[in-house]
């Protein structure tokens, strides 16, 4: 019954229309973001190197290498923060999870097979 409940509950908060995308896929995700009183969409692009769990609760870790440092943003899919996630390119992931990609440098941390 509380399972029942629960759900009813985390279905007023689902997002409508949510993107297929998948471990080893480049997104740009869209989020926004308030300095002040002023609000902006900042856009983040790189690797799905994870998700996690599902329905409300669903999350996903994107990373990216800016100026030779590697950065990684976990992002909630249904908050209302995260506006659009746009997938650039279907990417071949042999794992669930690609934290193998934190050790590597230069081009081959962006680096994973292109799905066709």
Do not use: C
Not at 7 to 18: A, C, G, H, P
Not at 45 to 53: D, F, M, S
Not at 56 to 62: D, M, T
């Amino acid at each position: 019954m509380s399972q029942e409940l629960i759900k009813k509950v985390e279905s007023k908060f689902l997002k409508e229309t949510v993107p297929t995308f998948n471990v080893g896929d480049t997104v740009k995700v869209y989020v926004k973001v308030k300095e002040g009183e002023k609000e902006r969409t900042q856009v983040f692009e790189g690797i799905v190197i994870a998700k996690k769990n599902g329905g409300l609760r669903e999350s996903f870790v994107v990373r990216k290498v800016s100026y030779g440092v590697g950065v990684e943003k976990s992002f909630m899919l249904h908050s209302p923060n995260v506006e659009k996630v746009e997938v650039i390119r279907k990417g071949k992931a042999k794992k669930a999870k690609l934290y193998y990609l934190r050790d590597k440098i230069g081009k081959l941390a962006s680096h994973v097979k292109e799905k066709f």
